[in-house]
Every structure is written in C-alpha cells, then in structure tokens.
C-alpha cells in the first residue's frame, strides 16, 4: 500500500480509503447496502490488514448507525494508527437547525458524531455539500473553532464547485482560518467533469483528493455489460448516481475495461480503481462493497501499474467533450503553443 501525503497538511493516508455508505441500512441509503456490526467488523479488519489506514464515513450514513457501528468496531484500534473521516450538512432530524452549515449545526452536528465514533478527536471532518443560506464566513469559523478547541484534525469539504472552494479558501487566508487541505469527489472514467476545475483547483491550490464512487455505482465493475446488469444492484434499486448523459459512451468505456483486464488477468474494477489512482492529484480512492469479495478484488487494485499504452486506452475512450471556455483557451493556445505544445493543457484538453 503506498501513502501520499493529504494536500499541503502532513497527514499521509493510504490510496485506497475504506467507504462505509454500505453499513448500518436505514434511512435513504437502505437501498445501497445493509452491512451489519459482525461484516463490518470483517471488513475493517480485512482492510487494515491491507494497509488502508483511513475510514470514511458519514452523519447521515443509515442517520447515524453507520457511525455507531464504525465506533463499535475501531474500538481500541484507534490507537494503531487508524484514521477517521466524516461528514456533516445534511438534516439529522426533524428541527429548523438539525442540517446546514451553520455555527450551531456543525459544533453540534460534530459533537455528535464524536459519541457515535467513541471518540475524542475526527482526523478529517468535511462539509457535505455546499450551504447557499449559511454565510460562508460563518462555516469556516465553525470549522476552525472545532479544530482548535482538539476535536478535529483537519478539515475538507465534498462537492463543491471550483467556484465554492475558491471563496472558502480565500476566506480562510483573510480571516487567518483554518483551510481545507482536501476535497471529496466524484470522480471516474465515466465522468471527467472533475477535470475542468476541481483537479486544476487541486494543483494550484494544494488539496488531496477523495474520490466518492471511483466505480460509478458498480458500472464500472464489470458486473454491467450492454443489455444487461445483475439483479440487487445499485442500479436496479432505484439509486440514480451518478447519472448517466451518453450511454454508447459508458459501454465504450466498459468494453476498454473488459478487454484490458482479460489480457492483464486481472477483474475490470481493479483497471478502473488503477487508472483513478494514478491521476494528478488524486490522493486516495474510496471503495466499499457489501461483501467480502468486493473488498478484496477492489483493494488489490493498490498494487496495480497500469502501462502508457493502457492509461492512453482508456483517456481517449473516455475523454469527455471539451466545453467553454475550454474550447476557446484551445484556440488560442494552439496560435501560441502550436500544436505540439498542447500536453501543456492536460489533462482534459
């Protein structure tokens, strides 16, 4: 397993981080998965043993049993070294102040989350999503106060918009805040959008990267051919993300999947998590499963090196339309540059 460094902040986490949205089953994610506290045990050990030494997890994971059951099962491993994310944003009950990301929600929301994780500290504590009615000021503040007063490490946020990170940044150096070292996204094969701003962001800017459901809901595992997909998947249980735009061009992508992993004897999924891990600025990959198997084929995918030729396979498969003002910088960088000089613009155009 190797370690890269979490943006600017020393921290170093593994490149394969343990998701957990599959544990506990209740409230809107019952469809995704209902691990309970004997598998998890199971799996968190079988992740540990690999070398995986962050958790990501949730508030509003099964409303906080997910949490509980992640707490239960760490128990005094903590002391090893292992590393615990999650989340706040989203409503937790039914009050006028039990989401968002104000003062009052986020101390709270993370003080609860302390007592479900049996806790003293959250090594990495993200905002959700972003908050349009709370001051961003006010977010930041509340961010900051909970790592000086010790019960957070460091802080990131999860999907945000380039334009969202650029103001939280910027409030942070004004107003001598704690700033984001990371962002959790989406980020695949399939979908590339990231690649416009976020990953760009990423670079200028100094943020590690947490991808969110590096295999696309499972359709890039290679369970999901042309015409037809296995019954009790993502899929056909009603959960939509991420949304699929140009459906020709997915099966391109997993037919490229397919064919690669066959010559390198290897399972389609481990050629995605591969390809995601050794793109720029991408610190860890987030995988979960429902079942032993899957948390083993996905973790192998560590040791996977991907050739030149393979990674230039799957980029022009997959490479996504270029969209304004992208298209016009090309323009003109193709008067400036000349065209062999136009490696300078990747990795999307």
Known sequence: MEYRRLGRSGLKISTITMGTMTIGGGGKFAQVGDVGIADARRYVDLCLDAGVNLIDTADIYST??????IGEVLGGKRKDGVLIATKARFSMGPGPNDGGLSRHHLISACEASLKRLKTDVIDLYQVHEWDGQTPLEETMEALDTLVRQGKVRYIGCSNYSGWHIMKALGISALEHRQRFVSQQIHYTLEAREAEYE???ISIDQGLGILVWSPLAGGLLSGKHRRGQSPEGTRQLAGWNEP??????RLWKIVDLLVAIAAERNVS???IALAWLIGRDAVTSVIIGGRTEDQFRDNLAAAGLKLTDEERELLDAVSLPPVLYPYWHQLW???DRLGEADLSLLEPHI
Do not use: F, H, M, N
């Open 198 to 200: 976020l990953v760009p």
């Open 268 to 270: 389609p999924a481990q």
């Open 332 to 334: 003109t960088a193709k």
């Open 64 to 69: 906080g049993a997910c949490e509980e059951i």
């Open 243 to 248: 949304p699929i735009r140009d459906e020709e």
